[in-house]
């Protein structure tokens, strides 16, 4: 375990730099001084330019796209430092990637989250830091300490100020079946009542039925998610709470904005009044979409480093 009197340094690669910045900034510190490029062939280069020896480090890296570049730079970055003779390595992962291969859903599947998880306990990593993991069984993969941070109590705090507590003209709604235990919590933050969409298919080559679970006729709806990749479960889910349901207005906020394929174009012709995500990963587009806004995670993200630093419990952080 490091010393207290150990300096706290904190270093990224180049897959979330501007989240990066904005936590050095809520520390009152700066970035460690480092270059992450590539060799001609394509191979990942790290270069570190200040001694880090028995220091506490934190490297703030998503696995995000392009994700195999980006966990090899984790992964080589982690090393180098380590080879340094580091004190203590912390990854700081605001979104894992892999982690919907948590499973084998078929014969012969991977199990990716959990290889994931063994090489960056391989590379010399100490423990892990995230935020709202696809599948929370996964911490146990890592035979590492993970903390796994709630992306929901920031949305919680934004929504408390738009519409109160315990509005009875809201609800929160789960997109699907197995969402239904973090919107459940997300829900009582708020005071408000739970709906669930509930879509199957009846028969095979036929398209998904959707119900809703719930009155949210003339409610003002919030789905909530942890993570929004081509959107189409989002925006299907959104569609079926306002013509099945009968909602007045759906909003919509999830942890990490993947946004790929035809995610944009999806939510910009969606009935969705706003999609709100965290910076975990960044915008993927080169034109803003009207519908979506960003929330800064870095001072979560900053106050978990400033404890781990000072070992103090992170197991209140978002009570109240």
């Known amino acids: 375990m490091i010393s207290r009197n150990k300096e706290l340094k904190i270093f990224c690669g180049n897959a979330t730099p501007a989240l990066a910045e904005d936590i050095c900034a809520q520390l009152f510190t700066q970035l460690g001084k480092a270059s992450v490029g590539q060799f001609a062939d394509g191979e990942c280069s790290i270069s570190v330019y200040e ?10 890296q998503s696995t995000c796209n ?4 980006n966990l090899m730079e984790l992964l080589i970055m982690i090393d180098a430092l380590r080879r340094a003779s580091a004190g203590r390595i912390t990854a700081v992962i605001p979104y894992f990637g892999y982690a919907r291969q948590d499973r084998k859903a078929k014969s012969r599947d991977p199990i990716s989250a959990k290889l994931v998880a063994n090489l960056i306990t391989a590379a010399g990593a100490d423990r892990v830091l995230t935020m709202d993991l696809h599948a929370a069984q996964i911490q146990g993969f890592f035979d ?6 709630q992306g929901a109590y ?3 705090k934004h929504y408390l100020k738009v519409f109160g507590k315990g509005n009875e003209d809201v609800m929160v709604v ?3 079946v197995g969402s239904t235990a973090r919107a459940r919590s997300f829900a009582l933050k708020l005071g408000v009542n739970l709906a669930i969409v509930d879509k199957r298919r009846e028969r095979a080559n036929q398209s998904e039925v ?8 003339g409610k003002t709806c919030i789905l909530l998610d942890d993570i929004v990749d081509t959107a189409g479960s989002l925006c299907g889910a959104a569609k079926a709470i306002v013509e099945i349901g009968g909602a007045k207005e759906v909003y919509a906020c999830a942890t990490h904005g993947v946004l790929s394929g035809p995610a944009l174009e999806r939510i910009s012709n969606s009935c969705l009044k706003e999609l709100r995500l965290l910076d975990t990963i960044p915008y993927p587009g080169t034109e803003p979409c009207e519908k979506i806004t960003y929330m800064s ?13 000072e ?4 197991g209140n952080m978002f009570e109240g």
Do not use: T, W
């Not at 392009?66 to 570049?69: E, K």
């Not at 995670?297 to 630093?309: D, H, K, L, P």
């Open 51 to 60: 001694p880090v020896r028995g220091n506490d480090v934190f490297i703030v």
């Open 174 to 176: 789960s997109p699907d």
């Open 144 to 149: 590492i300490p993970v903390d796994n941070l």
């Open 311 to 314: 070992e103090v419990s992170l």
């Open 210 to 217: 959707m119900n809703v679970i719930g009155n949210v006729e």
């Open 297 to 309: 995670s870095a001072a979560v993200f900053a106050e978990a480093i400033r404890r781990i630093y």
């Open 66 to 69: 392009h994700v195999n570049d």
């Open 154 to 156: 920031l949305f919680a």
